[in-house]
């Protein structure tokens, strides 16, 4: 007999609450204390874990969705489900929780398609607000924006809501460059290539629920004021003295895009306020053998009254929020040396005549700085889209019930997963927002990085057409800069278009509809007598099911890995139907060659279902030949095409002219 009892004096800190351990139960078992108003720090393992309540009352947020707990509520944790129990009540909360590892179940749970996915929540998909100081090219697209919409179209097949936000960052000091060289207003800069940019997109057949412009907004500059003072009142954010750079001839201020040198953490070159290289911010007076871009002089040092933010004080904020949501290693370990600095006084307003100022004006002539005003935007952009939807969503009381995912480069890193969190809890310290992050790294082409200024660029209306867009969309899919740099090599992309796309994928379609019709009069033949090679291929199908969903959920979200599981679909079928073919024309066999060519046809609808994310044309012109419904659905099944559809595969052309150079 083993018997233990609770005991406050056995208790000590651990998960940010209070523990004690039971032994000898066989499992891992424990009594737990919250304190009013407390929480235990995010938590996510393998084991199986097992609460009771046995006093007070509380909450539990599971996987970000809230549950009440009062004494008698018993709850099981799968693995991995992300967990936290905050007391609610104004007595202590005491639980018992055993938990015990079970790999069989673990691996159920890796690989759910139901766990790892946000059903009943709002899910507001952003990706990188572009800068309207020129068009989108194949590297802007290959990223946050291409990421967004496969994300959210796929989300949707399974039944979830996502939409996908973004829009014109026009408050941007490369706005007021481009402008410059122009000899235009900033405001005509940014109206150009906002729209510019919208009908980019929407040419990459990029869906976007909701794109604002920030520059033109009803309410935004009001809305943008009040976030800001919400922050100065914060006790935080306050005016202060600090080293800046301004040019020695003109004496103007320098940041951003008018100032380069070196980075003086990695000693690569970096423009002003952020390393493109390693991701780190600077102070720009902290350059190293810094040159104003206005003068070319050496620029001089003085002393410039700004709104800052002690960003170094809020380490162990940032830490908690990258407990919560998906948070790559790369952006952790960016933290990590952020933090490791003894002080980062970051200003978040800057001299300029191109921006919002802050309510009251205490600072003349200065603008809230762009980028801790796009965390403003985010919310913006939530509330504008619920205006159109009837939906209450405000931005001055977010809700803990959204989920936001943002999709951006890796230069983007530190505002989107280091600044943000610690503003969002200044202003609005009631919100601890769940927030998923899905970070790119660079895009080169032909071996060195797209450059707008050095015309080292291949722009998407350049390539895009009603023809080529599939082409496009699967390209960069398959090469997408995920987690290590990547090339855009023009040969390669004609190269894919012409061997992989025409010469595997176009032309097994139609050899499937040529065989269609010639043996079963153009529709779809109803399965005969199976053999074990056919059994065997099903089960092929179904493994590239699998794979294909475990790159499309977000905790693997992949698109290189997707686009492989495509190809493998492809590979996969042409060799069965070579295999097969031996025995085609031999009526002893007829059956089992009615099974095989059924198969085929299973192949192509698992092709039309799962490419629907990311060739959505493709999907839907594949689905038309093969006489079935477009896509609207995940599927968790291979299955048959019904018998009797009418098949026009042979007939059809999937990829146009421009796609097989």
């Excluded at 919250?34 to 874990?49: K, L, Q």
């Excluded at 969309?473 to 190269?495: C, H, I």
């Excluded at 594949?622 to 419904?629: D, K």
């Excluded at 048959?640 to 796609?659: H, K, N, Y």
Aim: with cysteine; hydrophobic share 40%.
């Amino acid at each position: 007999m083993i018997l233990n009892q609770y005991s406050e004096s056995e208790l000590s800190d651990a998960f940010g609450i209070e523990m004690s351990p039971v032994e000898g139960l066989g499992v891992g078992a424990g009594w737990g204390r919250v304190a009013p108003g407390a929480s235990s720090r995010p938590d996510r393992h393998d084991e199986t874990e097992f609460f009771v309540i046995v006093a007070g009352t509380g909450e539990l947020t599971v996987d970000g969705r809230s549950h009440p707990v009062r004494p008698g509520t018993v709850v099981l944790f799968e693995p991995f489900e992300s967990h936290i129990i905050t007391n609610t009540g104004e007595t202590d909360l005491v639980f018992l929780t055993q938990y015990w590892r079970d790999s069989a179940r673990a691996r159920a749970s890796a690989t759910s398609r139901v766990r790892a996915n946000h059903t009943d929540r709002a899910q507001f998909v952003f990706s990188t607000p572009p800068t309207p100081n020129g068009d989108l090219h194949l590297g802007h697209l290959s990223g946050p924006y291409l990421g967004a919409d496969v994300y959210v179209r796929y989300q949707r097949l399974i039944g979830n809501q996502a939409w996908h936000l973004t829009g014109s960052d026009d408050f941007q000091s490369y706005v007021t460059a481009v402008a410059a060289r122009q000899d235009s207003t900033s405001a005509e800069v940014a109206a150009h290539f906002s729209a510019e940019i919208a009908a980019t997109l929407a040419a990459m057949d990029i869906s976007v629920d909701e794109y604002y412009v920030t520059s033109t907004e009803d309410g935004y500059r009001e809305g943008l004021q009040r976030y800001f003072t919400r922050l100065v009142d914060s006790g935080h954010v306050r005016p202060r003295a600090t080293p800046a750079l301004l040019d020695a001839e003109t004496g103007e201020y320098l940041y951003e895009v008018n100032i380069g040198g070196v980075c003086p953490s990695c000693s690569h070159g970096a423009g002003g306020n952020i390393c493109e290289e390693c991701g780190e911010p600077n102070l720009v007076a902290d350059l190293v053998d810094p040159s104003s871009r206005l003068s070319g002089a050496a620029p001089k040092t003085g002393e410039v009254v700004r709104y800052t933010l002690p960003l170094h004080e809020f380490a162990d904020t940032v830490a908690d929020h990258h407990k919560r949501g998906r948070v790559p290693a790369r952006l952790r370990e960016l933290a990590e040396r952020v933090f490791a600095r003894k002080t980062l006084d970051l200003p978040v307003s800057h001299p300029s005549d191109w921006g919002v100022r802050p309510a009251g004006d205490d600072l003349d002539g200065q603008v809230i700085w762009v980028w801790p005003e796009m965390s403003h935007g985010f919310l913006h952009g939530i509330e504008r889209l619920g205006a159109g939807m009837g939906q209450q969503w405000s931005k001055e009381a977010p809700s803990k019930d959204w989920k936001i995912v943002h999709f951006f480069g890796y230069d983007n890193s530190f505002y989107h997963a280091i600044l943000y969190p610690v503003l969002y809890g200044l202003a609005h310290p009631e919100w601890n927002p769940d927030i998923d992050y899905h970070v790119n790294e660079f895009y080169l082409l032909e071996g060195q990085k797209f450059s707008t200024s050095r015309r080292h660029a291949i722009w998407g209306k350049e390539i895009l057409t009603p023809d080529t867009v599939d082409a496009v969309r699967y390209y960069l899919s398959r090469t997408r800069p995920e987690g290590e740099r990547t090339d855009f090599r023009r040969a390669e992309f004609d190269r894919a278009c012409s061997d992989t796309l025409v010469g595997a994928w176009q032309e097994w379609l139609t050899g499937l509809g040529e065989r269609v019709e010639k043996h079963g009069d153009g529709v779809a033949p109803d399965a005969g007598t199976w053999t074990t090679e056919h059994t065997a291929f099903l089960a092929r199908l179904s493994i590239r099911l699998d794979e294909v969903t475990a790159a499309l959920n977000p905790e693997g979200f992949s698109l290189t890995a997707a686009a492989s599981a495509l190809d493998g679909i492809v590979t996969d079928v042409r060799a069965f139907s070579r295999q097969q073919s031996a025995l085609a024309h031999h009526g002893r066999w007829s059956s089992e060659a009615r099974t095989a060519l059924a198969l085929e046809l299973a192949a192509a609808r698992l092709l039309a279902i799962t490419s629907a994310p990311l060739m959505p044309r493709f999907s839907a012109k594949l689905a038309a030949a093969l006489g079935i419904p477009a896509v609207d659905a995940w599927s968790d099944t291979v299955g048959l095409v019904e018998p009797g559809s009418r098949c026009t595969l042979a007939g059809t052309r999937f990829f146009g002219t421009g796609e097989q150079r």
